[in-house]
């Protein structure tokens, strides 16, 4: 049962586990899974693989969450990404999410429009090469400095604030 990492799992059980922005439905439920899924996810992982459309992994024993797509979910809450070392791409825009990704530094792709973003802090993730945060709250973004010799996003995306 251990096809998937712990610390993996265990992000998304705490994210899943939050209520949606449709009421009485958790994330998890928006996502497809059951509440029988739910109830039963420390003894099995058919959970994750029902998120097949939504996750990629790596081929690593234990598989490490490296992308994870949620485009228009109705989901709602905060979604902390620390656990997930491994990511690479993020997709969670037209949501009601909070994200902070500043402990994935291998993050290469960043869409999060559309959201409840009041704040984006950015400045750890030197692989980022596509950003797009607009239609958010933002009041402050905390980007790369531009005098050290970084790989610079190809991509940005900042415009039209709520």
Not at 42 to 48: A, F, M, R, T
Not at 110 to 125: I, K
Not at 148 to 156: A, E, G, L
Request: hydrophobic letters at 30%; charged letters at 30%; glycine letters at 4%.
């Amino acid at each position: 049962m251990d096809n998937y990492h712990e610390d993996d799992k265990e992000g998304l059980r705490n994210f899943l586990r939050q209520p949606s922005a449709h009421e009485g439905k958790t994330n998890g439920e928006q996502l497809g899974l059951t509440r029988s899924d739910m109830d039963n996810w420390q003894n099995s992982e058919e959970w994750v693989e029902k998120l097949e459309d939504n996750i990629e992994w790596n081929n690593e024993s234990p598989k490490r969450l490296t992308s994870l797509y949620c485009l228009e979910c109705a989901l709602l809450g905060t979604l902390d990404t620390s656990k997930w070392s491994e990511l690479i791409a993020l997709e969670v825009s037209v949501n009601e999410l909070t994200v902070d990704v500043r402990t994935n530094t291998k993050l290469t792709e960043l869409n999060c429009f559309d959201n409840e973003l009041a704040m984006l802090d950015v400045h750890t993730n030197t692989k980022l090469t596509e950003l797009n945060c607009g239609f958010n709250n933002l009041t402050q973004i905390l980007w790369l400095c531009a005098t050290r010799k970084r790989r610079y996003c190809t991509k940005i995306s900042l415009c039209t604030q709520k």
